[in-house]
């Protein structure tokens, strides 16, 4: 490595510039936030004063031979997230979060979106075990009505010189088909557009997507109003109400990228729950089940939820982000990385009548410990259980059967003579094949990080097998499709390609290293 690539990590990290310390030493310090807060320019509400939104469930606009079709329209909007401020998003159908898709495993759903935003768009439903076509690859642009003209001026196609002869563009409508074949989870939908999936998430571009399945409602888990999806993501108010992102094209058509000091990730200092600021539930005395993604660019949580005598309720992990764990697992704290997804069991039937039960946030500090609070409101009747079995189906892959092991390093460097996020020493380039594997084969991957990288594999759930040669965490358990590498860390993950032959992605989901090249095509054949 030369010492010009050196000071380009030192500059990313933002470390070397003051302290000279060398990437290694840097490392050695572990830092516990990869990225850097932005500070809100209005005032900010006191917490647990906002009641909690639930986003509301898209009805299908159509039934018809055993699949189910809905329409989004990707609009411009005005939301009032901050009580009294008005701030104009980019939405799915006007809200933030979008509407909810809830499916049935195996029933296919049509998903038709119109893009009235001023930018190109793409739709990636994340966790989906998805057919390519419809999987949301960057360069696949649904462009905005009359932008055609447009597209070779917009994003990396004029920017870096990267041309994708497969990519598929469309304009106006596309209509993204999902089977859900699947294991019934928390899936979310989000912008995954080449260079500026960060800035469109950031601005609003975010939904859920439930499936569900016969098994699963037989089980007796909390359910109805006493199952809550918890999308949580931080975000910055500018002076005028609007979100502030720290793009160096505000246009986000042209010229991807954040400032300087922003290159590590963007963190908000106001947490948001389902769209709302540090909001509070009202609560019976009974179990909860608490469905938590972490929407968040860069932000990492760990989670507890603590009640007003200090005592910390037993948050029961009944789901990772491929659906339910064989057996619950309990933890006091749980970390939670960008994109993971995490099903827990809250029982509030012993917290006082009129208590509050905050969930706070240990990595954060000032008014980012805070994330939301649940009023205990009412003693309750509560039939729910949580098995001691949830499911049977998990796969079961041992290191014998993989036909191959891969090293992926995810790293700062350079690319384009600038600051960038590299896997394997090089930037995204979409007409390189990074990985080319069959259908069907079992492979391990080693994947080694730098700092803090949340990787996620499209199509595929995965196992985590070790943690720089440890066995995993307990939070590890079930099938991911995201893993949390963290700072120095060496993670094994096992999985099988199976599903769909086709063009995917693998890549970090800190979403400002993902737009910086932190990412890399997968082929299977
Ligand atoms: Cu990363």
Redesign the pocket.
Known sequence: MTRRQMLGIGGALGLMAATGLTSAAALARRPSITGAQLRSAVPLPPPFQVPLPVPAVLKPVGTSGGADRYEITQCEASAEILPGVTTPMWTYNGTFPGPTIESRRGRPVTVSHRNELPVPTVVHLHGGRTPAASDGYPTDLLLPEGRQEHSMHMGHGSEHGMHDPRAVVTELTRDYTFPLDQRPTLLWYHDHRMDFTAPAIWRGLAGLHIVRDDAEDALGLPAGPRELPLMIADRAFAADGSLAYPALDPTLRVRPGVREPYLAGVLGDVILVNGAPWPVHEVDAARYRLRILNASNARHYELEAVTGDGHRLDLVQIGADQGLLAAPVVHRLLPIAPAERYDVVVDFSGVPIGGLVKVVNRLGSGRTRDVMAFRVARKAADDSRVPRTLSTDLPAWRRSDAVRVRDFA?RAGRMHSGHG?LIGGLPFDPARTDVTTRLGDVEVWRLIADVH?PVHLHLVGFRVLSRSGRPPLPHDAGLKDTVSLRPGEAVEIITRFDGYRGRYLFH?H?AE?EDMG?MANLEIV
């Open positions: 995810f996020w990288h970090c800190n290293h932190m």
